[in-house]
């Protein structure tokens, strides 16, 4: 028996040698990203999200990870990961729906970061796209 779970686009946006963070309202890290809206190409939908969670453009490469992702006990959301670099620089718009973003070094990465935490498979994503070259 298959399980149908909501699907969320993920963003493990990679500039200098650092990794873009947002703190959510669970006072953990997340990627950039979110749902894709009916019929929308995840890709487009990445473009889209990162946009309006951050004010920034970034190019979407290849997928790098997909795993469950239980958000609360008993609720689990399908995450889909692609690497991706900034389009152009700049200052961080943060929307309504995070309460930080930070810059974080490759080599300050781990389960927890800054006393926050860093969900498992989110660091794993994030190692995987650090291993790989941007390629759509």
């Known amino acids: 028996m298959s399980l149908n779970y909501p699907t969320s686009i993920k963003g493990v946006v990679l500039h200098d040698g650092r990794v873009l963070l947002l703190l959510n309202e669970r006072d953990e890290w ?3 990203g979110g749902r894709p809206d009916a019929g929308e190409d995840h890709r487009m939908a990445l473009v889209r999200e990162v946009r309006e969670e951050t004010g920034l453009e970034v190019e979407v490469g290849g997928l790098v990870d997909e795993h469950l992702f239980e958000v609360l006990p008993l609720r689990f959301v399908r995450i889909v990961a692609y690497a991706c670099v900034l389009r ?5 718009a943060l929307s309504h729906e995070h309460r930080g973003a930070s810059w974080i070094g ?7 970061v800054a006393g926050r935490v860093l969900p498992a498979g989110y660091l794993g994503a994030i190692r995987q796209a650090a291993c790989q070259p941007l390629s759509p």
């Open 30 to 32: 997340d990627l950039p």
């Open 106 to 112: 490759l080599d300050e990465l781990g389960e927890r």
């Open 88 to 92: 152009t620089e700049g200052e961080i």
